[in-house]
């Protein structure tokens, strides 16, 4: 079921209609998305937090040398708005954002936004969210929409003297473009995808370039062409060409790598794995490294890493995997277990993200002082990564235990925020004044989801940010077509709708 969009024009002028208020916290993809899809169906008191001084979230964020996304351009787009521009399959992180920029400014987004201010508190009282924002501003709104995102809390790996290191020191969420690269001795702690493609984008512009493994990856082969001229003609042309394409795509990851990771024993796996060890074994020719590039648990337990040109980089001259463990850092470089000081001008840290976060450190209190902090004490949950109990007219995009990894968060947020006007729209129309999911509805919700997640490749053995604090893949652990199902409509018998 879709919303269909209303006539601002109309809005409130029907009797029992109420005119909503509404806090969007975030001006990344499904921030500038709230915005535009709550202007199209007739809501236009719309005002969006952004604690940095841009938009575009984790594209504006993440500047490092090769930052690309892991998912086709044409899926990695807004359904509505198709981007004919596109310069490959896999686009890079600038034109990601150059693109969500456009979006927004089309959409007139950036009029809304008030940039280099957080949200720092959201108290419900008297049936309203009263917030406070950290210039000390305060705003009382209807409904507050969390577009605050997964990957945008840097974690910070603990390792002795850390501090003491004598040359420049960055982690790659927090990229400094003053930071030299080339003819320098690089660094680079990490093995995930921020970690792989600034290997691949650097190995040979520096005089010698160290990256330091904890654990090995499985690497998906994927080419990375240009569009031709033509293909971009033929989009600009044919708009339903553009459409054709995210579709398709669509369906290839729902009926493919969807199906294939939420069943460890699918034939879909075996052929994932397939494709890693033969993409391992074709590719490094030393056998010692290859040994070394070996992991030693399943392909896709871990998020996937794809990449079409991380072996070649990694046998580059000036390369070098180091194996062995860090023991702490030095002013000069790292030194490691077996006794070796390893000099570098500059150190990387691609450590990853602190995913348990979302919209904290905000404290959120709800009626009755129920405090998101304490709800969330163990771990964070929510019902469909959407609403939290206690906590009323307060919704998520891309919250905890939704469908992460290997997909187009755009096509996640789009599903969601179609499910949430949908629950809206019961304010408007004066059906309730409030709605939250209830306590039954979530509790049934996560014992199902934890038992669903034994049977995900992500739960066959290995150490990865996609486990909670109890071993337990913390994401959706259903086939994508599961999810756009449920999303189509709200179970109302889920919900409390009061007042």
Known sequence: MTVPPMDPAQVGLTPGRRNLSFAVIGAGMSGILSSIKLREHGYTDIT???????????????????????????????????????????????????????????????????????????????????????????????????????????????????GSFGGRTVHTARWDPTVPIDGQRIGIIGTGSSAIQM?????????????????????????????????????????????????????????????????????????????????????VIDVELRERLRPDYRAACKRLVVSPDFYSAIQHPNAGLVTDAIQRVEPEGIRTVDGQLHELDVLVLATGFRVDRFMRPMEVVGPAGVRLSEVWADRPTAYMSISIPGIPNFFMLNGPNGPIGNFSLIEVAELQFAFILQLVERIRSGECRLVSATARATEAFEATRVEAAKKTVWATGCRSWYLDDRGV???????????REVMAEPDVADFHLTG
């Open 199 to 283: 290997v691949a984008a650097i190995a040979d512009r520096v005089q010698a370039l160290s990256l330091f493994q904890r654990t090995a990856q499985w690497v998906m082969p994927q080419e990375n062409p240009a569009y031709t001229e033509e293909e971009q003609r033929a989009f600009r042309d044919d708009p339903t060409v553009m459409t054709t394409l995210h579709e398709d795509i669509s369906e290839m990851f729902a009926n493919g790598f969807s199906n294939a990771v939420v069943d460890a024993e699918s034939d879909g796996m075996r052929m994932i794995e397939a494709a890693c060890l033969t993409n391992l074994e074709d590719s």
């Open 48 to 162: 969006i937090y952004e604690k940095a001084d841009g938009l575009g979230g984790t594209w504006r964020a993440n500047t490092y040398p090769g930052v690309a996304c892991d998912v086709p351009s044409a899926l990695y787009s807004y359904s509505f708005a198709p981007n004919p521009e596109w310069s490959h399959r896999f686009s890079a992180g600038a034109e990601i954002l150059s693109y969500l920029e456009g979006v927004a400014t089309s959409h007139g987004v950036p009029e809304s936004i008030r940039f280099g201010e957080e949200v720092v508190r959201c108290d419900f009282v008297d049936g309203r969210w009263h917030l406070e924002t950290s210039l000390g501003a305060h705003d009382v709104v209807d409904v507050v929409i969390a577009a605050t995102g997964v990957l945008h809390h840097p974690a910070l790996p603990d390792i002795e003297g850390l």
């Open 473 to 483: 893949p913390a994401a959706w652990p259903w086939t994508f077509q599961r999810f």
